[in-house]
């Protein structure tokens, strides 16, 4: 029963690595599907986890030109584009566990391309 209750936190954890995978990705497309195949997360070792993710683009948000009288709003001249992942981990013994998070790029409104996610934590 313990073991079996591991090997879950272990698929557990490998999701949440190909969520953070695909949260520090260069985003290039806000159009574009990128999917990762089955990786191991350490290359080599016995009995390692693996995961794979999708990166989809769900839309775009666009906030009016101007706020209404009398309302502050810091969303003027900035676009908001989101994105979900669907990231699935795999720990030995036959252990799964499938995680979904979306989350937005904010960019500015005449911006031509997303800013650059690499290497951020």
Do not use: C, K, W
Not at 23 to 46: F, H, K, M, Q, Y
Not at 50 to 74: K, M
């Amino acid at each position: 029963m313990v073991a079996n209750q591991q090997q879950q936190e272990r698929a557990f954890q490998a999701a949440e690595v190909a969520v953070e995978r695909a949260l520090t990705t260069n985003i290039a497309s806000t159009s574009t599907v990128t999917t990762v195949a089955r990786t191991e997360i350490d290359p080599g070792a016995p009995d390692t986890e693996e995961f794979e993710y999708q990166l989809r683009p769900v839309g775009e948000f666009t906030p009016p030109a101007s706020a209404p009288t009398g309302a502050v709003s810091a969303g003027v001249g900035l676009s908001a584009f989101h994105f979900e992942v669907t990231a699935d981990g795999y720990a030995p013994g036959g252990a799964e566990s499938e995680h979904t998070q979306g989350f937005y790029v904010i960019v500015n409104t005449g911006g031509t391309t997303l800013p650059s996610t690499t290497g951020l934590p």
